[in-house]
């Protein structure tokens, strides 16, 4: 019984946290407000709900819940770890293994959580404008995402990141910071990097199927994801396909 106690208020909180990040979208696009100023503020409402509502699942459990998640994490971790040992990995491998997932899964779960907000937020902004085509944010045309961009200030913020990532050696507050900063910007690249990618596909008239094969093949391939990010932040300075300034406003 406690299960299903559980697992519906784990759904109840899912289903607060889409409506009222929907209804901050529906509010930027009510003000006039553009595709970034109504995304960001859903993401900052996502937030702040979500900390809101861990703070009050704590206070009711008498337990930090996102302690006892990373507890059950590194529980987990172990186990697979173990599994691996046994199979005959090398304790090194096994070790760097172990500090990758950490650093990238614990210690950045901020960052993700952070990006699940856009998405969600993302997602909420282009489904509202179609609901409500006479909101004054929705009568704001868009550009084809191949013509998308960020605005050239935000690169500034990924070197601060990038700096304070550096200088805080990864694991103090100030690398932590760094960290969380740099998932979730480089994430928003890698959007820019496919813009950038699929300008090109269209331009030289690569059919369809050939097209979605090559993004597929980008996706299963971690190094590749890493080079569409570099190529998107390049993008800012190189504007391979001449936009015109500030474009994606």
Do not use: H
Not at 31 to 44: F, K, T
Not at 94 to 117: K, P, V, Y
């Amino acid at each position: 019984m406690s299960y299903f106690l559980a697992a519906g208020m784990l759904l109840l909180a899912a289903a607060v946290l889409v409506l009222v990040t929907a209804a901050a979208v529906w509010l930027g696009l009510r003000r006039g407000w553009g595709m970034l100023g109504c995304i960001l503020l859903g993401a900052a409402v996502f937030l702040l709900l979500f900390s809101g509502l861990l703070a009050g699942g704590s206070w009711g459990t008498g337990e930090n819940i996102l302690l006892s998640w990373q507890r059950e994490f590194q529980t987990s971790l172990d186990s697979s770890l173990q599994i691996y040992r046994q199979l005959g990995w090398e304790e090194n491998q096994l070790r760097q293994a172990a500090w990758l997932i950490r650093t990238f899964f614990i210690r950045a779960s901020f960052g993700w959580l952070a990006l699940i907000g856009l998405a969600l937020a993302g997602l909420g902004y282009f489904s509202l404008r179609r609901i409500f085509p006479d909101l004054p944010g929705a009568k704001t045309p868009l550009l084809p995402f191949r013509l998308w961009a960020l605005p050239d200030t935000v690169v500034w913020i990924l070197l601060v990141a990038l700096a304070l990532l550096v200088a805080g050696r990864w694991l103090s507050p100030v690398g932590l910071v760094g960290l969380n900063a740099c998932v979730v910007l480089l994430q928003i690249y890698l959007l820019q990097g496919l813009a950038v990618a699929f300008f090109y596909l269209a331009r030289w008239q690569v059919p369809r199927g050939l097209q979605i094969l090559l993004i597929l093949t980008i996706g299963f391939a971690p190094i590749l994801l890493m080079l569409v990010a570099l190529l998107g932040v390049l993008d800012t300075w190189a504007n391979w396909r001449r936009l015109p300034a500030e474009p994606g406003r």
